[in-house]
């Protein structure tokens, strides 16, 4: 049964990093076509087209309660501290069922 927990445990949490490693870089590549012209036939930018149709729909639901202030969208970093929070009650609820203290 503990087995089972652990992995469960690890899988949730492998899944939380994961999803902030692809946000992280969906962030930098919003960031670089602001900085830098890159052209439509890039991989960036079609590889930025994939993720803005799978991230942006989740930015949207943060952006109903964080509305950009001075032209600043801080959904993204309210999405990170969500995710945060959820990673820390993910353990906080796998200690007390593994019997930790």
Do not use: H
């Not at 994961?18 to 946000?23: P, R």
């Not at 919003?30 to 590889?47: A, G, H, V």
């Amino acid at each position: 049964m503990n087995t089972i927990l652990i992995f469960i445990y690890y899988l949730l949490i492998s899944v939380i990093y994961c999803f902030e490693a692809v946000l992280s870089f969906y962030i930098l590549l919003q960031w670089s076509f602001i900085l830098f012209s890159i052209s439509e036939d890039s991989i960036f930018y079609k590889l930025y087209v994939l993720l803005n149709i799978r991230i942006e729909p989740i930015f949207g639901y943060f952006r109903k309660f964080v509305k950009p202030i001075g032209g600043f969208d801080f959904s993204a970093l309210i999405l990170f501290f969500g995710l945060d929070a959820l990673r820390r009650v993910i353990s906080i609820v796998f200690t007390y069922l593994l019997g930790g203290s």
